[in-house]
């Protein structure tokens, strides 16, 4: 008898003793956390060691700020898919030419290139509070609004022996954004199959951010001049933006790094 009290004893004793942990771990009233004020924090300020403001020509960030952008490539229609895009060069350039309408139509005339369509695009996010439905945000890209505006009014592209599209807009450009517009104009316009496609994507510092301009060009492969506004137009790189012409031309390329 006094061994089965023992025994009872002992169960109950280490029963109490593995049970009481967890009581301390039921859910109970949370203590506030509570957030240092900053001037209570050691905190070091770099105004406060005369600290240098970061110089943006460092590192090129200023270098590319200054300069003008520009991606190049081809394209061709990919058949039910999107049309497939290759990067082939990107080049800086210190400035673009400002062209007349006048000075453009003489030379495209000159060069047998003719212009199919051209439009504009601005950026638009709009959410009409925290709370609204996704069908009620609104999101506009830039490029593609541009390329919808151009499609609206395209002129027919014939039998040309080659295309060219030419994207201009902000620093903010983004080439993501180009390549899907670039694919919606190729497969919407009625582009010969032999036909050679090209694509060139401006980005620049004096054109506002947000917005983007299409060109689409057609040439007939003639080759101008070697040099100047020429040489870009015969290749069909012209850029309309705001009712004025702009180019780019080989003797603005820069090498600098600073």
Known sequence: MKM?????????????SIAAPAVAFLPGPQTPVRYANPSQLNVILGEDL???GIDENLGGVGLAKRCAIKISGTAKKGGNADAVLNLND?????????????EVNTAMEKFGCKLICNGFGKELYYFPDESARV???VIKLAPDEAAKDALAKAASVGDAKFVVVNFLGGDDLIYG??????????QELNIPDKA???????????????????????????SGSDEGVDA???KGEAYAYGGKWYTVTKEDITTATE
Do not use: H, P, W
Not at 4 to 16: C, D, Q, Y
Not at 177 to 186: F, G, M, T
Not at 206 to 221: A, I, N, Q, R, W
């Open 90 to 102: 990107l080049v800086r350039y210190e400035k673009m030419v400002s062209l007349s309408e006048e």
């Open 196 to 222: 050679k496609i090209s694509f060139n994507s401006v980005s620049f510092t004096d054109f506002e951010d947000g917005t983007c301009s299409v060109t689409v060009m057609t040439s007939d492969g003639q």
């Open 177 to 186: 954004e180009v390549k899907n517009a670039c694919d919606l104009i190729v």
């Open 50 to 52: 005369d600290s240098v």
């Open 4 to 16: 089965a009290f023992l025994r009872t004893s002992l169960l109950v004793s280490a029963s109490l």
């Open 232 to 234: 870009a137009i015969a």
């Open 135 to 137: 069908e009620d945000r």
